[in-house]
């Protein structure tokens, strides 16, 4: 995330007296002087001598901690929790279901993987469930959190353009968080219960993600998201990461009972994670108490990229003849069905597959999306480089940004084909597979914002719940595939080679339909009416000179 400044304090009287009329001068100008003071202050506080060719920042960064920080911060540690939440099953269903042996009809010594114990071949050790869970029912349990996920991201994002980001995406979290504690006694009463808690706590997140993208839409302009997205949205793969690798350990541990504390730890963080949101977070610029006058100088400057206080009536028509919306929607289908198959399944096929137990099951399933984060983060620099140097347009970053996500997974679910019982190489496949999607948050996970940044959250309520059909579509069409074979290679690769098709096809619809310009239908009803009034107005009194 953004490197908190280290603020050292000096004397009240020591700053009095170091501060010169110039600087008093400054803070009397306009808005360039305003931001320039802030600068200025900024040095005060970190106890060196203001310097008197202090240029102003053109981007309202001349403080020490800006508002957006603030956002940004918060909503990486939310959807840390929000993931760890949605993840922690695919973990602890290992301990609680078991793993399950190879059926006699496919257990042959090509179609399976031996487990070895240095140089002496062993019989695979079966981890003992808690639970009688046949592997379909598995399936209905990991893709059940999409049933409900999917019924509200339209919800949630039409709401939060009302009622606003903060009090939606705040509220989904932290109702997650509790039902999340009830999860065990859920299980323990039956399977129906238990599936239904999932079902709620789907409900509960669906309204989220759609409401934070229409915070972003509002605090941040088009030039910063290639940067800031990846930081903020790395709080998904950090949650994942945390989850997995402390879920194996908490599974594996008597604490609390061992599965049922992976559900009792996530949601009582949940929880804590709600206190600060609530405090610190406000909806738009202007509503903040304490924004400094630079950075609201600068947002408002940025008012015709970024989402203005006046709801949008959906224009429907519109918004379904648009090729970038249909981009998104293309996306939204291949990139999650493939992303979704491998966030619920890796814990499976590296148990059932490769033989790790609980535990290095977790830690493994984890490294992926460690690479994720890591290059996410990285990616989304690089190209704020490249693009404030001038050498790539927005839609240059979003398309290659894109390709780099989507195809790259395809070309290695391909190569996954082929590694066979190499543990090792199964691990740097997926390592690549799942961590060159960090690109996709500097790519196609901004397209909404960039082209009808009022309606954010209404699009990515759209596109989002295409995503969550796939969150349940992909469990249950990989259960279907390997049921009765989870130990079987054969089965696996038929999933690979599934999930690369999506991958490979929605990747090149996207790349030929994709923009980076806010649509026409971005602007409220009469707003663009109005504009090409002023146009045509304008023309003719230029041609009227002319004559």
């Known amino acids: 995330m953004v490197d908190t400044q280290l603020q050292s304090r000096i004397p009240a ?20 002087g305003s931001t320039m003071a802030s600068q200025l202050d900024c040095e005060h506080e970190e106890g060196r001598t203001p310097r008197r060719d202090a240029k102003p920042e053109a981007e309202g960064k001349g403080d020490c901690w800006a508002a957006r920080y603030t956002l940004a911060l918060l909503g990486f540690l939310g959807l840390a929790v929000e993931y760890s939440l949605r993840v922690n099953l695919s973990i602890a269903i290992v301990a609680m279901a078991g793993t399950s042996e190879v059926s006699v009809a496919t257990n042959s010594s090509l179609d399976i993987c031996p487990r070895y114990e240095g140089d002496a071949q062993i019989e695979r ?21 999409f049933y409900g996920y999917t019924a509200t991201n339209f919800l949630g994002g039409r709401a939060a353009e009302y009622l606003g980001g903060r009090l939606v995406f705040g509220l989904g979290t932290v109702i997650s968080a509790l039902i999340s504690l009830l999860s065990p006694l859920c299980a323990r009463l039956c399977k129906e219960l238990f599936i239904a808690s999932r079902v709620l706590m789907g409900i509960s997140q669906g309204v989220t993600i759609p409401a934070f993208f229409s915070l972003m839409a509002t605090w941040f302009p088009p030039e ?33 009972g061992g599965w049922p504390s992976v559900f009792y730890v996530f949601g009582t963080v949940g929880l804590a994670w709600g ?3 609530f405090l610190l977070v406000h909806d738009r610029p202007e509503h903040h108490p304490s924004i400094s006058r630079a950075e609201l100088e600068y947002l408002q400057a940025n008012k015709e990229t970024v989402k203005g206080a006046e709801v949008v009536s959906i224009p429907w028509k519109a918004i379904f003849t648009s090729p970038p919306v249909w981009a998104c929607i293309f996306i939204a289908w291949g990139g999650s069905f493939g992303f979704q198959t491998l966030l619920s399944e890796i814990p499976t096929y590296l148990a059932n597959i490769q033989h790790f137990d609980v535990k290095q099951s977790g830690i493994m399933s984890a490294v992926p999306y460690l690479c994720l984060w890591l290059f996410g983060v990285g990616w989304g620099f690089c190209v704020d480089r490249l693009f404030s140097a001038g050498l790539l347009s927005i839609v240059a970053v979003r398309r290659i940004s894109t390709a780099l996500a989507h195809y790259g997974p395809a070309v290695a679910l391909v190569v996954m084909c082929f590694v066979d019982c190499n543990s090792t190489l199964a691990m740097i496949v997926l390592c690549i597979a799942v961590g060159v999607c960090g690109s996709a948050y500097s790519g196609n996970a901004l397209t909404e914002q960039d082209i009808a940044p009022n309606l954010a959250g209404t699009l990515v309520g759209i596109t989002n719940t295409i995503s969550a059909v796939m969150g349940f579509v992909a469990p249950s069409v990989t259960g279907a595939i390997t049921q009765g074979r989870q130990g079987s290679l054969g089965a696996w690769r038929t ?19 994709v923009s980076a310009e806010v649509q026409s239908w971005n602007k409220p009803d009469g707003a663009q009416e109005a504009e090409n009034e002023n146009k045509r107005k304008k023309e003719e009194g ?6």
Request: with cysteine; proline share 2%.
């Open 13 to 32: 009287v020591s700053l009095a007296s170091r501060e010169s009329a110039d600087l008093r001068a400054f803070k009397t100008q306009g808005s360039s």
């Open 125 to 145: 050790k079966l981890i003992e469930g808690e639970f009688d869970w046949d592997e379909q029912t598995q399936g209905i349990m990991l893709g059940s959190f």
């Open 224 to 256: 910063e998201r290639a940067k800031f997205g990846p930081l903020i949205k790395g709080g998904m793969q950090v949650g994942t990461v945390v989850a997995m690798t402390a879920g194996g350990y908490l599974s594996a541990s008597s604490f609390l």
């Open 275 to 277: 206190i600060p949101w």
């Open 495 to 513: 999933v690979f080679a599934v999930c690369a098709a999506n991958y490979a096809v929605t990747t090149t619809l996207y790349l030929l339909t």
């Open 542 to 547: 230029n041609s009227s000179r002319n004559t």
